[in-house]
């Protein structure tokens, strides 16, 4: 997930498998990135507008992000073994 130039955002397929309140908290994340494109006093304060929990929300992303289901994992397939 990036915001990236003319003001757009990308969002990775795997977003749509986290609980709504994540993907919201993911959405307004990557939209403060418009106007501040890094993580710096002033988007912390813009996040906080529009996402006040951003913190804890930050650490259960960093949490769905290491527990998604096992075929939603970037690389190889594991069920497909070595053929």
Do not use: F, V
Not at 20 to 40: G, K, V
Not at 59 to 76: M, Q, T, Y
Request: with cysteine; glycine share 6%.
């Amino acid at each position: 997930c990036e915001a990236g130039p003319a003001g757009r955002i990308s969002l990775n397929w795997r977003a749509l498998l986290l609980p709504l309140p994540l993907l919201e908290h993911l959405c307004w994340h990557e939209l403060c990135h418009l106007r501040h494109m890094n993580h710096s006093q002033a988007y912390r304060a813009e996040l906080t507008r529009y996402s006040p929990d951003w913190p804890g929300c930050e650490k259960a992303l960093d949490r769905a992000w290491r527990n998604l289901p096992w075929w939603a994992l970037p690389g190889e397939d594991p069920a497909q073994g070595d053929s």
